[in-house]
Every structure is written in structure tokens, then in C-alpha cells.
């Protein structure tokens, strides 16, 4: 998917100083949607679908996994569950959730069944939040018959979870401590004007504005429900009530349709990470992205003092750092700001890695913390060819040089290396870092790990 970066409103700018600031999209590599954030132990992982590039439909075959300890720099951690995973499915990888209970991580997501009969609703099950991922029931946890696409579980202060799904219904069940089954009936929510307002235009005249992405939340022991709503093209926003189940109160917007770079769905996420509450959402602001090819974003806000959810515009810069990157340790390549060009992929002996690598490609880090300067750096690549150079720069892609790194040519191109070179300038403080690729045509080298020392 090369040159995938460039941003459809604004890619004139690439290789300006608009590459300084830009951060929405998250994930520039491929097409992500429908986010589903997880915040466990000190770190966020996000798990996302996977639109195929150049899509028509809603073509999707697997889900993705990202993490991040700073909210700008994401890891790839690959596909940790696919169709694959479910020999009782045969397409539509649509929006799931992952959750945490017991020691175990549970990733509910709906998909077309291939005995006909449509989409219903599976469980996978890890011990890890990277996978791999196990269907564990071998058929569908839920089929209610019609509309089963979009779970989200939420896991209550006394330890009930509920699974919520559905459009044009929103239906949920109680899910049991197992995760993978659930007690009594499939509940249908009455999908009425007080609960979800009106839909004012709408050639089905559904009943209200509710769509489809239910995303609960609670807080100061009010629950929140928010979702996709207003029909296509979508807005998104939220109901409150005192309870789990309801009744629900309709109360606002949150974010209006995005005109400009926007795709007709949406599909929110909320997580509330080290004292601040982040906001998720997809858009289609992607070179070749639209209604078919989306993209994650994310936004940072705060609870009004009523606990009212504000207007959250959708930006192109997104969030700040919360902390500082440390570069005297192992940063694996895929681990991402920004970057134009470049994909990944995944061995099984080491992992993702970075790899498609072009000349005039580059990767952005952010909020490296440099502290009294690197004297050297340190790298892992594999399949070098013969005058690849990194030039590893400060804050742009013109800024000042840390070092700039010859690759040494790959006699073995399955061989991974490490190599150590010298910096030629000792620069501190707290800076961007841009890894800026050179070199002749072709796909240069695969790139694993760096580290400054």
C-alpha cells in the first residue's frame, strides 16, 4: 500500500512542516476501523478491522492490534485473529471488542457464517492482549437472526458483563464470568425518542436516530452508551442511564459528520488512560480512503462538570504525548507516529517488522528524550541492498542530523544483522525523531529494532 501516509485533503504537504505535526490518522500502514481501545496494566491496546486496500464493500478478513504507553507512538503487533480463526465463518471480519477478565483476554466479533444463515456473534480467547487468539466455542455464541454485527461487553463494578450489539436493533445479554456463554434471554432495547432521539431523514423510518457501534462506559456511576447515529452518513452520539440496562436518556451529539476526509460510518470508543479521557473514532482522510477504506483516529477531552460529554472536534494533530520515548532501550520499528511509504510484516522467530522500504520513505517517532545525547546507535535489519543509507534527523524531515547510518549490503537476505554506528552529533533534549530512507530502487532492507547508546 505504498504511499498510503498522505493524507487525501492535505497531501500536497507532505514533506513540509505539515509532516510535524500531523497525527490523525494513528496508523498510516493500513486501512483501520471501527476501534475498540483497552486499557491494561500501563499500557493501550487497540483493536481495530482491517479494510482491504481499493475496497468496494466493507471487505474485511482479519482484525488488528496496536499498543501504546504515550498515546502517539503506536506499536503494530500485528493480526492476532483472522476468518481463519473461525472454521464456521467465511467473510466480513466486522467491528469487535476485546476485553479482560480472570487472566484471559476475550475478543468478541461478528462475522457472516458460511452455513448461510448470516452474520452472528463470536468469541476468541488468549492469554496474552497480542494473541494468538483460539475460538474456544467452535460455532456462534449469539445468533438472534437479524442484525448481529457490532458487539461491545462491558464488565460491571459488581463483575456482570454484558454483551450490547446490533443495528437496526440494539439488543444485549447477560454474559456469564465464563465470557463465552451468557444467562437468560436475548433482550431487544426499545429503540424510542426519549432513549435515542429522532431520525429525520430516513427512507426506513426506523423509530431512532440510533444506528449501530454501541460503545458503554461508565463514570461516577452514571453509564454512558454512545454509538453511531443519524443514519449514513453517521454522526456519533450518546445516551445516559442509572443503570446497565436502562431506561436510557437520550443527551447529544458528540461528533457531528466529518465533511471533509470523512467516511459515511463511524464508530466510537472511550477509555479513560493515566487521568486523562481519550475519545476514538475513524475517518477516511487517507490517500484512497473513503466510505470502504477508513482509518482510526484518535481525540483527547474532558468530561464536562456536569459529566456531560462535550462537542469533540475531529483534528489532524491530534493528542500530546503523555510521556517521553526512551531511546536506550530497544524500539521496535514498527512501533509509530508517522511514517509515508513503508508497511509491515510478520515472522514468526521475531515478530512485526518493518519492511516495503522505498527510497524517500521515512518513519516519525515522537517525544524522544535524547537526555545527555546518543554517542552511538544501534540496529537490526535484514536483506540491506548494496547503498542504503538511514539518515536519522531532529523534529523534520530537514532537521539537524543525529547520524546517518550505511547499511551493510545482506550476502544472506533471510539473515538478520545488528550493526552499531557511530553518531556524528551529539544533540539532547527532548526531540521528534525522523528515520529518513535512501537508496536505489527496489525494497531496501526490512528493519526490526533500534537503540541508542
Not at 436510557?248 to 477509555?271: C, E, Q, S
Not at 518493518?354 to 527510497?359: K, L, N
Not at 539473515?415 to 552529533?425: A, H, P
Request: one cysteine or more.
Amino acid at each position: 500500500m505504498k504511499r498510503l501516509v498522505q493524507l487525501c485533503a492535505f497531501a500536497s504537504f507532505i514533506g513540509s512542516p505539515f509532516v510535524t505535526i500531523a497525527q490523525n490518522p494513528i496508523v498510516q500502514a493500513v486501512y483501520t476501523a471501527d476501534p475498540a481501545p483497552l486499557v491494561y496494566k500501563d499500557t493501550v491496546f487497540l483493536y481495530t478491522g482491517h479494510d482491504e486496500d481499493k475496497s468496494t464493500w466493507f471487505t474485511m478478513k482479519d482484525w488488528r492490534a496496536y499498543s501504546t504507553v504515550d498515546m502517539v507512538n503506536w506499536t503494530d503487533r500485528g493480526s492476532p485473529l483472522s476468518l481463519e480463526t473461525f472454521k464456521w465463518a467465511n467473510k466480513d471480519a466486522w467491528a469487535g471488542q476485546c476485553t479482560f477478565r480472570n487472566g484471559k483476554f476475550y475478543w468478541h466479533v461478528p462475522v457472516n457464517q458460511a452455513n448461510g444463515k448470516g452474520m452472528a456473534i463470536g468469541v476468541a480467547v488468549s492469554t496474552s492482549p497480542t494473541g494468538p487468539f483460539k475460538d474456544v466455542l467452535g460455532k456462534p455464541l449469539v445468533h438472534s437472526g437479524n442484525g448481529d454485527i457490532d458487539p461491545t461487553v462491558f464488565i460491571d463494578d459488581n463483575g456482570q458483563a454484558y454483551l450490547y450489539w446490533g443495528n437496526p436493533y440494539l439488543k444485549y445479554v447477560k454474559l456469564n464470568a465464563d465470557m463465552i456463554s451468557y444467562s437468560g434471554e436475548v433482550i431487544t432495547v426499545p429503540l424510542n425518542k426519549e432513549g435515542f432521539s429522532v431520525r429525520y431523514k430516513d427512507a426506513d423510518k426506523r423509530p431512532s436516530a440510533y444506528e449501530e457501534g454501541p460503545w458503554l462506559h461508565k463514570r461516577k456511576g452514571l453509564y454512558y452508551l454512545l454509538y453511531a447515529a443519524g443514519g449514513v452518513p453517521e454522526h456519533l452520539a450518546y445516551s445516559t442511564s442509572k443503570t446497565a440496562t436502562g431506561p436510557w436518556n437520550y443527551r447529544d451529539t458528540i461528533m457531528t459528520v466529518i465533511k471533509k476526509g470523512g467516511a459515511f460510518t463511524n464508530h466510537p470508543g472511550l477509555i479513560d488512560y493515566k487521568g486523562k479521557s481519550y475519545f476514538f473514532y475513524h475517518n477516511g482522510a487517507l490517500k484512497g480512503g473513503g466510505g470502504f477504506n477508513r482509518s482510526v483516529a484518535v481525540e483527547e477531552f474532558t468530561f464536562n462538570p456536569d459529566g456531560s460529554i462535550p462537542r469533540i472536534e475531529h483534528t489532524v494533530t491530534g493528542v500530546k504525548a503523555i510521556q517521553t520515548l526512551n531511546p536506550y532501550q530497544i524500539t521496535q520499528a514498527e512501533t509509530i507516529a508517522w511514517q509515508d511509504g513503508i508497511e509491515t510484516a510478520f515472522d514468526p522467530s521475531i515478530g512485526v517488522y518493518v519492511t516495503d522500504i522505498s527510497a524517500g520513505d521515512y518513519l516519525k517517532v515522537r517525544n524522544v528524550n535524547l537526555r545527555k545525547g546518543p554517542k552511538s546507535i544501534e540496529l537490526r535489519t535484514s536483506a540491506a541492498l548494496e547503498g542504503t543509507s538511514i539518515e536519522i534527523r531532529t523534529d523534520s524531515l530537514t532537521g539537524q542530523t543525529i547520524g546517518t547510518v550505511i547499511l551493510k549490503p545482506a550476502t544472506n537476505k533471510e539473515k538478520w544483522i545488528t550493526q552499531v554506528f557511530k553518531t556524528e552529533k551529539v544533540i539532547t533534549g527532548i526531540h521528534d525523531l525522523f528515520f529518513v530512507f535512501k537508496g536505489s530502487n527496489g525494497n531496501l532492507f526490512n528493519f526490526d529494532w533500534w537503540k541508542f547508546n
